[in-house]
Nanobody, 123 residues
Framework: QVQLVESGGGLVQAGGSLTLSCAATGSMFRANAMGWYRQAPGKLRELVATINNGGSTNYSDSVKGRFTMSRDNAKNTVYLQMNSLKPEDTAVYYC?????????????????WGQGTQVTVSS
């Protein structure tokens, strides 16, 4: 069973930086597109950034130019470098992955979420 393990959240002052990590763990799988989402209190979960296998990224307008998503395919890990943080970036950040798992009977595609990591930006 593949799992996503997130780390790197915390408390930072406005204007500061944080880097989140998300590692896909398990065996006999490939992580395809991966993404970061966030959910602030009382709000819906929203897309922050995505990255495909080739490293092409897509960002929401609210973080474009401040956040950078990258991946290390050898480690099945993605990163979210967050700079110039604002109080409105405060949220629980979730990692998401499209997984292809391989068994003796073939392959299976499914989508999984991490447990979330809290990012708090103080003004």
């Amino acid at each position: 069973q593949v799992q996503l393990v997130e780390s790197g959240g915390g408390l930072v002052q406005a204007g500061g930086s944080l880097t989140l990590s998300c590692a896909a763990t398990g065996s006999m799988f490939r992580a395809n597109a991966m993404g970061w989402y966030r959910q602030a209190p009382g709000k819906l979960r929203e897309l922050v950034a995505t990255i495909n296998n080739g490293g092409s990224t897509n960002y929401s307008d609210s973080v474009k130019g401040r956040f950078t998503m990258s991946r290390d395919n050898a480690k099945n890990t993605v990163y979210l470098q967050m700079n110039s943080l604002k109080p409105e970036d405060t949220a629980v950040y979730y990692c998401n992955a499209e997984i292809r798992s391989f068994t003796q009977w073939g392959s299976r595609d499914y989508n999984i979420w991490g447990q979330g990591t809290q990012v708090t930006v103080s003004s």
